[in-house]
């Protein structure tokens, strides 16, 4: 298995990959051709120690995910030929993430938390939290398969398949071809979407000792105590996904959650993938004459 580690996101028609030194994101545009896009900047661990501290590093790694994802979103739906006025700018993105955290707070925060508040003379405190866990786990559920139906979105799934095996592929000296890379796993335990399953399950331990005052102090509570879930959940991950006995069987039950987000890609689907981790692993492999190439800020785009 490959030392260095690796991780991706499927954005609109595309694969972002991310490594030490930087990132790629390499995406389809309607010609048929793929163009990429490099950020070759340092990690932020490198010019502040303090985000090596554990807890910290996992509030760090999530802000900067939602930051970096967005705007990878929004390059990669330029390239893939949204039309002009369909484009979203900086401004209706900000809106949109605010919009969506409105929306999560109410639905995953607020809602569980007032039906939870009428069972807690019932249950107690920890089976009030798990009722609560419960409930947010169901949310969800119902709401990526509601959105998996819509076409874009499966497409976007299929990437997302194709982001994983090749990771996989890579992470286990498997050849980066399609044939070969089309032969691995759509599931992988460093996921995102297994992230937001352990969120839940760390949240109930959590939440269970902030259980009693009004309904609007525990939505409180539980937003100002979002970092440090996050912050543990991302240990347990990071600890899962290095151990071949322990950590394999703990997030076994989240793995599952992958098999609806993820779909099987085709082969020109993984031939994106392959791309973007092809120039993650050295950006100027491919860069064949200084026309293709347009550098700013750290960033090279090429076609």
Not at 16 to 43: L, T, W, Y
Not at 46 to 72: A, H, N, T, W
Not at 111 to 120: A, I
Not at 182 to 201: E, Q
Request: hydrophobic content about 45%.
């Amino acid at each position: 298995m490959s030392g260095t580690l690796y991780g991706g996101q499927a954005v609109i028609e595309g694969v972002m990959m991310q490594g030490p030194e930087g990132k790629a994101i390499a995406c389809r545009r309607e010609q048929g051709d793929i163009v990429c896009r490099v950020e070759q900047k340092p990690a932020l661990k490198e010019k502040y120690p303090i985000v090596k501290l554990p807890i910290i590093r996992g509030c760090v790694s999530f802000v900067m995910s939602l930051v970096s994802g967005m705007q990878d979103l929004g390059w990669s739906a330029a390239q893939a030929g949204e039309a002009e006025e369909e484009k979203l700018s900086t401004r209706d993105m900000v809106i949109a993430v605010v919009i969506a955290m409105v929306v999560a707070v109410v639905f995953f925060v607020a809602l569980p938390v007032f039906v939870g508040s009428f069972s807690l003379q019932y249950v107690g405190p920890f089976g009030r939290s798990l009722l609560e866990g419960v409930l947010r786990i169901g949310l969800f559920l119902g709401y990526v398969i509601l959105i998996g139906r819509m076409p874009d979105i499966r497409r976007v799934f299929a990437y997302h398949g194709a982001e994983h095996k090749t990771i996989n592929a890579y992470e286990n000296e498997v050849p980066l071809n399609t044939a070969d890379v089309a032969a691995c796993s759509r599931i992988h335990r460093r996921c995102g979407t297994s992230f937001i399953i352990i969120v839940v399950v760390v949240s109930i331990i959590v939440f269970s000792f902030f259980g009693r005052g009004p309904i609007w102090r525990k939505v409180a509570a539980r937003i100002l105590l979002l970092p440090l879930v996050i912050g543990i959940s991302y240990e347990v991950i990071k600890g899962a996904s290095k151990s071949e006995t322990w950590g394999k069987y703990l997030i076994m039950p989240a793995l599952s959650l992958q098999y609806l987000t993820t779909r099987e890609p085709d082969e020109s689907m993984l031939e994106v993938a392959i791309k973007s981790l092809n120039v993650a692993l050295d950006p100027y492999a491919d860069l064949s004459s200084p026309d293709e190439v347009k550098e700013e800020d750290g960033t090279l785009e090429q076609t």
